[in-house]
């Protein structure tokens, strides 16, 4: 809607429209229509530090909504998440009044992960955060687990279907995966 604003104001004028920079310049600042707009950005330097703080952000966002692992599998994958964010060409981040609200992570144009912090979902950083991916990244898809329908619910409201399941993830485990792209 923004993009759509600022192109009929700026074609009163004459001018050209915007491009897809000045957008994201642009949407990174404000919402149009006042919500409140979460700072993301991407990070290169993955200090301890900084992976330790994407972990308990993962950890509160795993406990708020994958109910299907127990409390020993998520010990159990905890261990493994920091070489995951390491080893991720992109990793995103959503600043919320200075503090780490949530993160993706992108190779190509696929989502390897996105995690909210519990505090933080139902705010519209998901969307915020996938919003950015789109207009920088490019992402055109991810996989999820099929045992999350919150998740499976917010992939669908923005725009991604499912094409293709799995009885097992990508580690091998027991947990039916769902491939989705947009």
Not at 9 to 30: G, Y
Not at 100 to 111: L, V
Not at 134 to 141: K, M
Request: aromatic letters at 10%.
């Amino acid at each position: 809607r923004f993009m759509l604003r600022r192109w009929f104001a700026l074609k009163r004028i004459n001018a050209e429209p915007p491009t897809a920079r000045h957008c994201l310049r642009s949407a990174a600042v404000f919402d149009i229509m006042g919500d409140k707009m979460f700072k993301c950005r991407e990070i290169k330097d993955r200090t301890d530090n900084f992976i330790e703080q994407l972990l308990g952000v993962w950890e509160s966002s795993v406990r708020a909504t994958h109910l299907f692992l127990s409390e020993q599998e998520i010990e159990g994958i905890k261990q493994y998440v920091p070489q995951a964010l390491r080893g991720v060409p992109h990793l995103i981040i959503a600043e919320e009044d200075g503090a780490i609200a949530a993160f993706a992570g992108i190779d190509g144009r696929k989502i390897e992960m996105l995690f909210v912090a519990a505090k933080s979902r139902g705010r519209g950083i998901g969307r915020q955060l996938l919003q950015y991916a789109f207009d920088v990244y490019a992402v055109n898809e991810l996989t999820v687990n099929e045992q999350n329908p919150q998740a499976i619910a917010f992939y669908e409201h923005m725009g991604f279907w499912v094409c293709k399941r799995s009885d097992i993830d990508e580690q091998g485990n027991a947990y039916p995966i769902l491939y989705m792209k947009r």
